[in-house]
C-alpha cells in the first residue's frame, strides 16, 4: 500500500513560482503529477522514474520540473513563470510501470489534491 500526501498548493500572480511536495510512503516504479480542473478529465504534466528517467507533457515543458529526493521520501514539482491556465487541482500519484508515462491508467495510488490558483 502507498499513500501520498500532496502540499505546496496556493494562491499566486501569474509570473510567480510554487513548489508543490508530495510526501510518499511506500515504494513504486514511476510517481507523477497530474491536474484537472472542473469539467474536464485529469491531464498528465509530468512523471519521473526509479532510475531517474522524466517524461513531460508539451506544454509545460520549460516550466516545470519534477524530481524526488527519495531520503526524503518526497517527490516534487518546481513550477516557475505560472500563468492563469495553470490553475487547477494538482495530484501526485505512484504506481508500477515499465517505462515512464503519465497515463493516469497506469497509476494506482493517489493523493488527495493540492489546489493552485493563478490571478492575471
Known amino acids: 500500500q502507498v499513500h501520498l500526501l500532496e502540499s505546496g498548493g496556493g494562491s499566486v500572480q501569474a509570473g510567480g513560482s510554487l513548489r508543490l511536495s508530495c510526501a510518499v510512503s511506500?515504494?513504486?516504479?514511476?510517481m507523477g503529477w497530474f491536474r484537472q480542473t472542473p469539467g474536464k478529465e485529469r491531464e498528465g504534466i509530468a512523471a519521473?522514474?526509479?532510475?531517474?528517467?522524466?517524461i513531460y507533457t508539451d506544454s509545460v515543458k520549460g516550466r516545470f520540473t519534477i524530481s524526488k529526493d527519495n531520503a526524503r521520501k518526497t517527490l516534487y514539482l518546481q513550477i516557475n513563470n505560472l500563468l492563469p491556465e495553470d490553475t487547477a487541482m494538482y495530484y501526485c500519484?505512484?504506481?508500477?510501470?515499465?517505462?515512464?508515462?503519465?497515463?493516469?491508467?497506469?497509476?494506482?495510488?493517489w493523493g488527495p489534491g493540492t489546489q493552485v490558483t493563478v490571478s492575471s
Open positions: 519521473i522514474r526509479s532510475d531517474g528517467t522524466t
Open positions: 511506500g515504494y513504486t516504479q514511476c
Open positions: 500519484a505512484a504506481g508500477g510501470c515499465s517505462y515512464v508515462r503519465i497515463d493516469s491508467k497506469t497509476y494506482l495510488y
